[in-house]
């Protein structure tokens, strides 16, 4: 028999259960071959791996209905616990407690989003991050490898299963000098890490976003930052690993306390370090292949999920 376990953070569990248990016993009624135990903002659901999958599911679907409107009556229930899933057909996850298909949603957004891997390559990260610490998502320009990886950062935050998310990347001008953008050292290197507040903006609500910057829950900064650092209990990300030098990459990957799981994303056909410098990403895809823990993905133009011309131009400058 397979358990898991959630804990109802930042809402009113009495909302989630209703007045005297009525939305208890309605969920109870709609899983009648799992047994679920609530005490106080923990669950606890015990009961086979299908039943706990679908139970999963819905059940993050009605805790995220609670965060967004602060309520929840009888009929929004009834309505959440209806909506039909259906799950491919992958291996089991369930050796870690609270985890399910790469094919579920990875996370729920604001304003209805759902973000979940969309191509066979993105669910190989979401699979990969379960059993590796170091995992390296390569590939061209809106193959999702940096989304992905975002949304597998929030996940792992909402579940409590780490205490932090560190998203850096180098600082490298891509036409323009650093030096000659208005403002302090902040105002600098925002539009480099723009990309980043973009996921998250689309999966954490603003508000609380903004708490988790201004607590640090959540960091982003330029990757010369993790220098002397040790950084655990967290995940981490490592954007536009492709224009980090050699030295850097080292200095990033030593930066790992025993309790993080790092992300290195990267594009190796857009490198804007200057041509006497070796990419650190192109040396560590090549000596760090055989390590055990370190799984590398290699994402291509059949991942690409912006615009359906994004795939022709990839194949365009890659006959170049």
């Known amino acids: 028999m397979n358990e898991l376990k959630f804990i109802i953070d930042n809402i009113n569990p009495a909302t989630v259960w209703g007045s005297n248990n009525e939305h208890f016993e309605i969920t109870r009624k709609h899983f009648p071959k799992i047994k ?8 606890k659901v015990l009961g086979d791996e299908a039943e706990l999958m679908a139970f999963r599911e819905k059940f993050q679907g009605i805790i995220d209905h609670v965060d967004k409107f602060q309520s929840l009556n009888t009929n929004d229930l009834e309505q959440l616990l209806a909506t039909k899933i259906q799950y491919a057909d992958e291996p089991s ?8 298909s790469s094919a579920d949603p990875i996370v729920f957004g604001p ?31 809106g193959t999702g490898k940096t989304y992905t990886a975002v949304a597998l950062a929030v996940r792992a935050l909402k579940n409590k299963e780490i205490k932090r998310i560190i998203l ?38 603003a508000e609380k976003l903004k708490v988790y910057l201004e607590n640090r829950t959540i960091e982003i900064a330029p990757l010369a930052f993790m220098r002397g650092r040790t950084l655990d209990n967290c995940y981490v990300i490592l954007d536009e690993a492709q224009n980090a030098t050699d030295m850097q990459l080292k200095m990033f990957l030593t930066r790992m306390g025993p309790s993080a799981k ?24 090549r000596i760090l292949t055989d390590i055990k823990g370190i799984d590398m993905i290699y994402l291509s133009g059949e991942d690409v999920v912006r615009h359906k011309l994004v795939k022709n131009i990839l194949k365009a400058y890659g006959d170049i």
């Open 111 to 141: 304003n209805g989003i759902v973000v979940k891997a969309r191509t066979v390559n993105q669910r190989r990260m979401v699979d990969s991050i379960h059993h590796n610490d170091v995992l390296f998502a390569v590939g061209p320009a």
């Open 36 to 43: 679920i135990v609530a005490r106080g903002n923990e669950v």
């Open 93 to 100: 996850l369930f050796n870690k407690v609270g985890l399910g």
């Open 262 to 285: 790092f992300i290195v994303t990267g594009d190796i056909t857009q490198i804007d370090l200057p041509k006497v410098q070796q990419s650190g990403l192109k040396t560590a895809l």
């Open 168 to 205: 850096t990347r180098p600082a490298v001008e891509a036409g323009e000098n650093l030096g000659f953008l208005p403002g302090d050292l902040k105002e600098k290197v925002d539009p480099y890490l723009r990309p980043l507040y973009d996921a998250l903006d689309d999966m954490i609500p």
